[in-house]
């Protein structure tokens, strides 16, 4: 599974001669994308993922065989829309009796990956490490992807959509709030103030939060709201 660019078509038939399946991203030419638009909207099939968000799960699928340049045999080619784009996205495969459903399920969670790699970009800076000493950079990335962890866990618990939502999100959202915090001798309460994301939060049961805490013997920390 791979971008358009990895590779040329005589090298597609290198792989598909021995005995290895492929699905790659196929350019998006003016020609090309005409043709499709030419095809009768009977031909597209609507099909159902699991690995996008929720408004992207069930888009259309054209699937065709199609030739082209330096490939001796017929390709499989899937065009879909309803991912995001503006345009229909374009998959060339050999696997023919794979499900169309099953090819952009898996291919979409190729760009899941992608995006999270975008996100880890993004809002932890994971392309500006801080330090020029190989040890510290080895701490950085590790930190980094420490709390990407952290932040993908809180995606999960929180559910409700929120299972994709980017880490700038969360901790705009739920991560970066007004609270009072009180350390007693048996345990950190933490009250979070009023907010319009706390019922996500109430709902993931973060209100009945009573965990101890590893490097502070005998107290727990405690979560409540206003």
């Known amino acids: 599974m791979f971008d358009s660019r990895l590779t040329t078509h005589a090298n597609l038939a290198r792989i598909d001669a021995m005995g290895i399946d492929f699905l790659t991203l196929r350019r998006r030419s003016g020609s090309l994308l005409d043709a499709i638009a030419a095809c009768p909207e009977s031909d597209w099939k609507q ?13 259309m699928v054209l ?62 800076h994971m392309d500006a490490l801080s330090a020029a000493v190989p040890m510290k950079i080895d701490l950085d990335l590790q930190l980094t992807l420490m709390a990407s962890g952290l932040y993908r866990l809180l995606a999960v618990r929180l559910g409700n959509g929120k299972q994709n939502a980017k880490s700038r999100t969360l ?6 709030a007004p609270a009072d915090v009180t ?19 109430l709902n993931a049961s973060y209100d009945e939060t009573d965990v101890a805490v590893p490097w502070l013997e005998n107290r727990r920390l405690r979560i409540s709201f206003l």
């Open 171 to 176: 901790f705009r959202n739920f991560v970066k």
């Open 63 to 124: 699937d065709r065989r199609v030739r082209i340049s330096g490939y001796p045999d017929d390709v499989r080619q899937l065009a879909v829309r309803g991912l995001g784009h503006e345009r229909p996205t374009l998959l060339l495969t050999n696997q023919m009796r794979t499900s169309a459903s099953q090819l952009v399920d898996r291919y979409a969670r190729r760009m899941v990956i992608e995006n999270a790699i975008a996100d880890a970009i993004d809002f932890f």
């Open 47 to 59: 099909v159902r993922l699991t690995n996008v968000g929720r408004i992207y799960r069930t888009p």
């Open 183 to 201: 350390i007693n001798d048996d345990g950190i309460d933490v009250r979070l103030g009023r907010r319009a994301n706390n019922p996500f939060l």
